[in-house]
Nanobody, 117 residues
Framework: QVQLVESGGGLVQAGGSLRLSCRVS????????MGWYRQAPGKQREFVAL???????NLADSVKGRFTISRDNAKSTVYLQMNELKPEDTAVYYC???????????WGQGTQVTVSS
């Protein structure tokens, strides 16, 4: 059974920081590209960050310079370090694992991040 379990969300003031974690089980973690997405109320889910199995990193323009994605293959965990948080970062953050860009892969249940102004 594949499981992606996010943690680390919460309420933070603007300018603050949070680190999200996503622990994965049931798949060969090191073979998967790992991504973070978010969905704000009334909006579609959007891409935030990607760390491929080869180590390539991609970040949405809206978070470049503020967010960092990393992975620890030994712990089957991907992280999202979020600094200089803004109210517009408020959303449910989801972790995704996929073998490549042609498949949807697996999703976690999401973790709420709320940034107050």
């Amino acid at each position: 059974q594949v499981q992606l379990v996010e943690s680390g969300g919460g309420l933070v003031q603007a300018g603050g920081s949070l680190r999200l974690s996503c622990r994965v089980s049931g798949i060969i973690f090191r073979n998967n590209d790992m991504g973070w997405y978010r969905q704000a109320p009334g909006k579609q889910r959007e891409f935030v960050a990607l760390k491929t199995s080869a180590g390539y990193t991609n970040l949405a323009d809206s978070v470049k310079g503020r967010f960092t994605i990393s992975r620890d293959n030994a712990k089957s965990t991907v992280y999202l370090q979020m600094n200089e948080l803004k109210p517009e970062d408020t959303a449910v953050y989801y972790c995704n694992a996929r073998l490549n860009s042609k498949v949807e892969g697996y999703w976690g249940q999401g973790t709420q991040v709320t940034v107050s102004s």
